[in-house]
C-alpha cells in the first residue's frame, strides 16, 4: 500500500496548461480505471475535480481533464487561474480493495 | 444537502484510545460506502478504512489494522471510528468521506475534519 508517486510541486502562469502525473502500479492504476483527483486548498476539505480517470462532477470547470495510459494517470488543467493554486492529489482503487493516496502536488499559479 | 459533521477528536496519550464519530445528514446513509481518511498536520491524505452499506464488509489501510474499527449504524445515520493503541504517528485531521455513487470509488462528498493529537 504505497503512496502513489506525484511530483512535488507544478508551476504555470495564468492562462498556461500543466499537467499533473501520478504513478502507480498494475495493481492500482494501471488495474482499474479508478482513478480520482482531489483539489485540497489550505485549511479546508479536498474537494473532488475528476473521478473514474476521466470524468468530471457536477460544478467542476471543463479546464480540469483527466487521462491515464499503463500505471500512469495525468491529471490537466487548462487555462489556468489564480483559484487554482492548491494541492492536488490522485486516488485509486487497490487490488486489496482498499484506495490509496497520491503523495500530492502543490500548484503554484506565477 | 449532504453533511458529514465529525466528532470526538482530542489529544490522547500514546497507547490511549478514542472514538470519532460521524453524523450524516441530506441523504440515504444505509445506501452509500463510508470511508475515513486522515491527513498528518503539513503531510498529504491518507485513505484509513471504509465500511459498506449494511457493514458486511470492512477494508482498513495496513498501519491501522488490528488497532482501528469502523463501524455504522444505519438507524442513527452515523459512522464511527474506534481507535485503540494509539500512536504518535496517529496524529491527523481524521475526514469522514462518503462515495459519490453507492458503490463507487470516488469521495465526492467530506466533512470539515476532527484533530486527533496523540502525544504525552
Known amino acids: 500500500q504505497s503512496a502513489l508517486t506525484q511530483p512535488a510541486s507544478v508551476s ?99 | 444537502e449532504v453533511q458529514l459533521v465529525e466528532s470526538g477528536g482530542g489529544l490522547v496519550q500514546p497507547g490511549g484510545s478514542l472514538r ?32 459498506k452499506q449494511d457493514g458486511s464488509e470492512k477494508y482498513y489501510v495496513d498501519s491501522v489494522k488490528g488497532r482501528f474499527t469502523i463501524s455504522r449504524d444505519n438507524a442513527k445515520n452515523s459512522l464511527y471510528l474506534q481507535m485503540n493503541s494509539l500512536r504518535a504517528e496517529d496524529t491527523a485531521v481524521y475526514y469522514c468521506a462518503r462515495v459519490l455513487r453507492g458503490g463507487s470509488y470516488e469521495y465526492g462528498y467530506w466533512g470539515q475534519g476532527t484533530l486527533v493529537t496523540v502525544s504525552s
Open chain 2, 20 to 51: 470519532l464519530s460521524c453524523a450524516a445528514s441530506g441523504f440515504t446513509f444505509s445506501s452509500y460506502w463510508m470511508s475515513w481518511v486522515r491527513q498528518a498536520p503539513g503531510k498529504g491524505l491518507e485513505w484509513v478504512a471504509n465500511i
Open chain 1, 12 to 110: 504555470g502562469s495564468p492562462g498556461q496548461s500543466i499537467t499533473i502525473s501520478c504513478t502507480g502500479t498494475s495493481s492500482d492504476v494501471g488495474g482499474y480505471n479508478y482513478v480520482s483527483w482531489y483539489q485540497q486548498h489550505p485549511g479546508k476539505a479536498p474537494k473532488l475535480m475528476i473521478y473514474d480517470v476521466s470524468n468530471r462532477p457536477s460544478g467542476v470547470s471543463n479546464r480540469f481533464s483527466g487521462s491515464k495510459s499503463g500505471n500512469t494517470a495525468s491529471l490537466t488543467i487548462s487555462g489556468l487561474q489564480a483559484e487554482d493554486e492548491a494541492d492536488y492529489y490522485c486516488s485509486s482503487y487497490t487490488s486489496s480493495s482498499t484506495q490509496v493516496f497520491g503523495t500530492g502536488t502543490k500548484v503554484t499559479v506565477l
